[in-house]
T-cell receptor, first 119, second 116 residues
């Protein structure tokens, strides 16, 4: 079965600190996709990044960076110089291919990490 | 394009009543998903449509739950004889047709159901 574990339930840091959110996954698929979503208090899940299993290159987007390591089944997310607006719940997710139609994006989510950035 | 729209945003109902939620996906998206999120947990997959065809249902979707997407556009999720355990946020997402899972799903703001 596919599973995503976010061991950090809550993290609280002071503004401008760097913070890393951990994500560990389990899957038997050789082809899969990993995602990070942000859920602000409004409730809408906001897409941050998608990474396929064949691309282990790390990615940086502004203050955000992602470290994908297949050897340890981890896909960690780092926010550099955190800001109060980064406060939200962050979810790591794994795509599970639909059994009937290839490409169906049934996501398996972790439990989420609530990140609080204090001024 | 206004994104994925869900209605209502909040619903309070008495136990035993039926409720229906609506989701309007992004217009060109042919795939539509329903998820349920309970407090402090990540979303859990409920069901998936490609156009009007319901292609997969989770075992979480008991016989009290039914979802439709009659014309391949908007979708409805109905819960009959609601129970307190049905209290949750119900999220809808849509994605365009694509190869593999290389297209991200866009989520609506959800319908928060409270069963009293």
């Amino acid at each position: 079965a596919q599973k995503v574990t976010q061991a950090q339930t809550e993290i609280s840091v002071v503004e401008k600190e760097d913070v890393t959110l951990d994500c560990v996954y389990e899957t038997r698929d050789t082809t899969y996709y990993l995602f990070w979503y942000k859920q602000p208090p409004s409730g809408e899940l906001v897409f941050l990044i998608r990474r396929n299993s064949f691309d282990e290159q790390n990615e940086i987007s502004g203050r955000y960076s992602w470290n994908f390591q297949k050897s340890t089944s981890s896909f960690n997310f780092t926010i550099t110089a955190s800001q109060v607006v980064d406060s939200a719940v962050y979810f790591c997710a794994l795509s599970e291919r639909g059994p009937i139609i290839q490409g169906a994006q049934k996501l398996v989510f972790g439990q989420g990490t609530r990140l609080t950035i204090n001024p | 394009d206004t994104g994925v729209s869900q209605d209502p945003r909040h619903k309070i109902t008495k136990r035993g009543q039926n409720v229906t939620f609506r989701c309007d996906p992004i217009s060109e998206h042919n795939r539509l998903y329903w998820y349920r999120q309970t407090l402090g947990q990540g979303p859990e997959f409920l069901t998936y449509f490609q156009n009007e065809a319901q292609l997969e249902k989770s075992r979480l979707l008991s016989d009290r739950f039914s979802a439709e997407r009659p014309k391949g556009s908007f979708s409805t999720l109905e819960i009959q004889r609601t129970e307190q355990g049905d209290s949750a946020m119900y999220l809808c997402a849509s994605s365009p047709k694509g190869q593999g899972a290389n297209t991200e799903a866009f989520f609506g703001q959800g319908t928060r159901l409270t069963v009293v």
